[in-house]
């Protein structure tokens, strides 16, 4: 069973993220699933001493220890995203920034809302995934106006997202093909058990 790490990037007080996130998470009955809310993560402002693709894993606080490990964990990631002036939330850029061995050879998802689906935000952090070493998944889900107006008039969210249930299912089918591949990958580039001396 896959791990995957679901980030929500709005830190936003009221968020419409909370919408999708109730939608999606029974779905990924298939999946070991870590919410990772970056409203709730105390993570500085980015300000390490060396990139952290020159230094693995070493981690100078705390919280930027607990969420490595965590995203270590993870065999892929499926991110919310809003988009603000068409582009990704300041939340998931310092996220993004803060680490590199623990997104890299692994598979990265998205679902996106604002306008135009969020479709410009998607955009930018598929070539952050790509710097990052990371597989971004070709399908990923586009939350429209219709579905806000259907949550703004208090339609029960599954209701409001029926629309985008095939574009869910295929992008979890790409997801998890590539958290196969990946995982496979990474298993066998693992050096090999030395004999006892």
């Known amino acids: 069973m896959h791990r995957i790490a679901l980030i929500v990037a709005s830190t936003r007080t009221t968020r419409f993220a909370d919408n999708p996130l109730a939608w999606i998470l029974p779905k ?17 402002y ?7 693709a020159w230094s693995h894993r070493q981690y100078s606080s705390e919280a930027e220890r607990m969420l490595g490990e ?23 850029k310092n996220v993004l920034d803060h680490y590199f061995i623990e997104f890299s050879h692994k598979p990265i998802a998205f679902v996106g809302y604002g306008n135009v689906g969020g479709s410009r935000a998607i955009e930018q952090l598929r070539q952050v995934a790509i710097e990052l070493d990371m597989v971004p998944v ?3 889900v586009n939350i429209m106006g219709p579905q806000f107006f259907a949550i703004r008039e208090g ?7 029926a629309p985008l249930e095939d574009a869910l299912k295929r992008m979890l089918e790409g997801f998890t093909w590539w958290a196969d ?15 006892a001396a």
């Open 28 to 44: 990924l009955t298939g999946f070991e699933v870590d919410v990772v809310d970056l409203r709730d993560l105390n993570l500085p």
């Open 46 to 52: 980015y300000d390490l001493p060396t990139p952290p």
């Open 70 to 92: 965590r995203l270590d964990a993870a065999d892929g990631f499926i991110v919310i995203t809003n988009e603000f002036n068409h582009g990704y939330s300041a939340a998931l």
């Open 138 to 140: 070709k399908v990923s």
């Open 155 to 161: 339609v029960p969210v599954d209701e409001a997202f």
């Open 181 to 195: 591949a990946t995982s496979a990958a990474r298993l066998a580039a693992l050096p090999a058990a030395q004999p």
